[in-house]
């Protein structure tokens, strides 16, 4: 190639060029490299948004601010007004601490009969154009 074509490559992605990139959770080893996989773009936003719903405060170490009170609020009786509550809670988390995600929606439902709460996310991630949807069911452990 000639120098005077390299400067005329582009990125062919609609897309910027930022990748997201967290480690896998699980730890499974990547079999080429002998490393850690590592999670990419949408997927790594999606553990993220799943990790900060489970976090409680103080949990991370150095920044007892990054968390929720939604451990707690699992032990109120489940009512409408709680399941509202959860709702803003889970909102406030992830427009502070997840700037990779723009929140959509929140919706949760209550399970009376289970004694918890079942969360939908909706959210875009920055530069992907496709709506993400996290779906989580929570629940107090004794």
């Known amino acids: 190639m000639a120098s005077y074509d390299a400067g005329k490559l582009t990125n062919k992605s609609k897309r910027s060029s930022k990748i997201y990139k967290d480690l896998n959770l699980d ?84 399970q009376f009969d289970r004694n918890a709460y079942a969360a939908t996310i909706s959210f875009y991630v920055q530069n992907v154009p496709d709506r993400i949807i996290v779906e989580s069911f929570l629940e107090r452990l004794r």
């Open 27 to 110: 730890f499974q080893q990547n079999t080429a490299t002998k490393d850690i996989q590592k999670m990419l773009d949408v997927e790594a936003v999606k553990r993220s948004v799943r990790n900060l719903i489970n976090l409680n405060h103080y949990d991370k170490p150095f920044h007892p601010e990054i968390g929720s009170n939604l451990r707690a609020m699992l032990f109120e009786l489940v009512t409408p007004q709680m399941s509202h509550a959860i709702q803003k809670e889970i909102g406030l988390l992830i427009g502070n601490f997840e700037k990779r995600a723009k929140l959509v929606q929140v919706a949760t439902k209550p």
